[in-house]
């Protein structure tokens, strides 16, 4: 699908915002730089809805890898345990686990563009957050091109230290609060590890290729030449 097929399926879905205008102004500028030095694009896109149902599946090993350690490590969840010993406990955990969804999808955002900007053109000039409220969903961007393990690393670090970090730690120290926060961030990171996947699986024709987000798709745009 060519580029103004792309935007013109963007455009019925959904109205643009006026930041997803201006970096796809940005995003055109520097396109037509990198196509004069020889450049072929590619599209790697999919739909949010498709990447939310199709990413989950994909971290369901990690999940079941996460719940299986903490099983066989405590002996149980206690979760039950708890509701019936310690209800206020349970309460706290609960709340704790509800109010800390916040802050931990701003902080997965900020892990993306931290990663990002130490492979960026101008660092964390280029990095952008947002988010769009019909869906929503919060983002990170990248406005300038990233090397391919650039890329896989910033887009995987969120997932990796919220998630299947902070899961290990909740295993060895037991705290099935501690455990759900980390198996909930886990399944935050479905889109990217999607993405990552998309990208992985991607065959590219051309030895030198480079990568930027794209500016109003979920996905990205692949430059590659021979």
Known sequence: MGKKDNKEKTKESR???EAEIRRTEI????ESSILEKGYERKDITISIAKA???GLLLTLPFVIALAAGYYFRNGEFGISKLMHENLALYFIYLAIVIVSA??????HERIHGLCWSFS???????IEYGFIKEQLTPYCTCLSPLKKP???FGSLMPMTILGIILGIISIFIGNICLFIIAVLQTIG??????ITSMLLRYKTSGKDVILMDHPTECGLVAFEKK
């Open 15 to 17: 109205k643009l915002t």
């Open 102 to 107: 916040i802050p931990l999808a701003v902080i």
């Open 189 to 194: 990171g479905s889109g990217d590890i999607l």
């Open 120 to 126: 960026a053109e101008n660092g964390s000039k280029d």
């Open 150 to 152: 650039a890329y896989i």
């Open 52 to 54: 939310n149902f199709v």
């Open 27 to 30: 995003f055109k500028v520097k």
